[in-house]
């Protein structure tokens, strides 16, 4: 059972407020497949992913970081229970899409540098430590069902 | 995962842009690692204050940035270039290696913040794979 702090409870429902899910879920993701390309495994489908301009301008890539933000305001919405909210899609992760859970940091890392660009000085250390802290719990319950 | 010479380039042009910065990324970048991974704090039990503001934070944080100047400057050969800062981390300061990652990630951040527009994703690759390079270097002597 994670203990949140009221300071990390209302940074990160802070944060999900603010940030805009359409910019900065696209911007997380292809920075992801830039930055560890070896993650592009998963996305074979997903068209021209030849270099960084194909990736930032390819439309599978942004709906699908659209998708991971959604995903992220569940466990927003539920801090309480991240592994009971994300017991299905660690099942779907684990058994259909058969993703290394080691991935989820990767993205987790992205997603915290891009969050602190939008936010600029208001990422504070503090800002950060809870944002980080809340995305190792999501990523952890990610990899719960892995077997 | 060895540095192209677009990587060099890119880590090179990226450094022109924040070097004027140093200073104070450094001190950021070490008062966050002090916060976000609070464990890193063994290592400065002997400072009397690990706040962010801190002369003492102010002061190492210049002194790491000096050492990535040194490594930009021997971005061609890390290994020779940072020999004496490998020798000094392994035999004096005995920093577990794992750390060079988070203080990595940090400063990563801290261009997020200051340098929005010119950290773009593949100036992050470039500058991914510069750190990755130069904790190895760091590393070289631990045994």
């Keep these: 059972m994670v203990e949140w702090t009221d300071f ?36 074979g489908n997903f068209g021209n992913l030849y270099n960084a301009a194909a990736i930032i301008g390819n439309p599978n890539v942004a ?27 660690s099942v779907l992760h684990s058994e259909k899409l058969h993703v290394d859970p080691d991935n989820f940091k990767l993205i987790s890392d992205c997603l915290t540098i891009v969050v602190a660009s939008r936010m600029g000085k208001a990422f504070t250390g503090e ?13 952890f319950s990610l990899g719960r069902q892995y077997h | 995962m060895s540095l192209t010479d677009k990587d060099k380039a890119a880590v ?33 039990k002997h400072w009397p204050d690990l706040s962010p503001n801190s002369p003492s934070v102010k002061n190492h944080g210049k002194n790491i940035m000096s050492g990535i100047a040194l490594a930009v400057n021997k971005i061609d050969d890390l290994k020779s270039g940072l020999n004496a800062l490998s020798e000094q981390h ?11 990652k988070l203080l990595s990630h940090c400063i990563l951040v801290v261009l997020a913040i200051r340098f929005p527009h010119e950290f773009t994703p593949e100036a992050h690759v470039a500058m991914d794979k510069f750190f990755c390079g130069v904790s190895l270097a760091l590393a070289e002597k631990y045994r």
């Excluded at chain 1, 940074?11 to 911007?27: E, L, M, N, S």
């Excluded at chain 2, 392994?90 to 060079?100: C, G, K, M, S, W």
């Design chain 1, 63 to 89: 709906k699908h970081g659209i998708t991971i933000m959604h995903g992220l305001e569940r466990g927003v919405k539920n801090m309480d229970h991240l592994t009971e909210t994300y017991a299905e899609l």
């Design chain 2, 90 to 100: 392994a035999f004096q300061l005995r920093v577990d290696p794992a750390n060079f």
């Design chain 1, 8 to 43: 990390e409870r209302s940074t990160i429902k802070d944060i999900f407020a603010k940030i805009d899910y359409d910019c900065v879920g696209p911007a997380a993701f292809s920075r992801c497949l830039i930055v560890y390309p070896w993650t592009q495994r998963y996305f």
């Design chain 1, 127 to 139: 800002v950060q430590a809870a944002l980080q802290k809340f995305l190792a719990v999501v990523v």
């Design chain 2, 12 to 44: 090179k042009a990226l450094w022109g842009t924040i070097s004027a910065s140093a200073d104070a990324i450094g001190a950021d970048a070490l008062g966050r690692l002090l916060v976000v991974y609070p464990q890193t704090k063994i290592y400065f």
